[in-house]
């Protein structure tokens, strides 16, 4: 009888034992549990790839003062360019004339070095005689912003000074330009009656071009 009260008071000390030490019984968290979200409307934190790198992109339509500069180098093409003589002189039988390079394009181009000059006549345009030979040295590049102008001298030789049958003189309507480094050519009439020599062996040149420098080249 006193061995049945001894183990039931031993049972029911277990029992308080166990209540006290039960995971139940505290506020701590138990391993293994699972951390609960943050609330729908809380903002996430940014990440590095969604901020600013630090660089500020062109404003779309925004446009630089700058005449845009033209692709395969920047020279000047035939049909960014206008034609005309300027005033010239003579000198020991030959008369000189500028010939004047106008940037007629909206874009600013280079031109450098000799053009080549060339008589033409007739209803198809042939040439007549030999092309102008160069005189003096290359000049440096000279860039045109639109309206600006650059010139070559031209000599122009006396053919009435070659004999006849030695010049075989042919009239001519202008002359045949390509601009330094182009491969379009250009036309330009005369405004007055001139002659060139059909023959391309004289003694001589009927036509000499200088390299181009900047400016109309009037003196």
């Known amino acids: 009888m006193i061995r049945a009260r001894i183990l039931a008071v031993t049972a029911a000390a277990l029992t308080v034992g166990l209540a006290a030490c039960s995971p139940g019984g505290s506020d701590a968290q138990a391993p293994g549990s699972v951390i609960q979200d943050p609330p729908a409307n809380s903002a996430p934190a940014e990440s590095p790839e969604s901020g600013s790198t630090g660089t500020t992109a062109p404003a779309a339509g925004s446009a630089s003062s700058r005449p845009e500069q033209k692709p395969d180098n920047g020279l000047c093409k035939a049909t960014d360019l206008q034609l005309s003589f300027g005033k010239g002189g003579a000198a020991a039988g030959t008369a000189y004339r500028p010939l004047i390079f106008t940037n007629t394009s909206g874009n600013q ?40 102008k650059a010139s070559a001298v031209i000599g122009f030789a006396t053919v009435e000074n070659y004999e006849t049958a030695v010049c075989r003189p042919e009239p001519a309507k202008g002359l045949r330009i390509y ?41």
């Open 109 to 148: 181009c280079v031109i450098q070095g000799f053009p080549g000059v060339s008589y033409v006549g007739g209803d198809d345009g042939h040439q007549i005689g030999a092309p102008a030979a160069r005189a003096d040295e290359k000049g440096p590049a000279i860039t045109l912003r639109p309206g600006e």
């Open 179 to 219: 601009p330094p480094q182009e491969t379009a050519s250009m036309f330009i009439a005369f405004d007055y009656a001139e002659s060139g020599c059909a023959n391309d062996k004289l003694p001589g040149n009927q036509l000499t071009v200088r390299s181009i420098e900047a400016g109309t080249g009037e003196r």
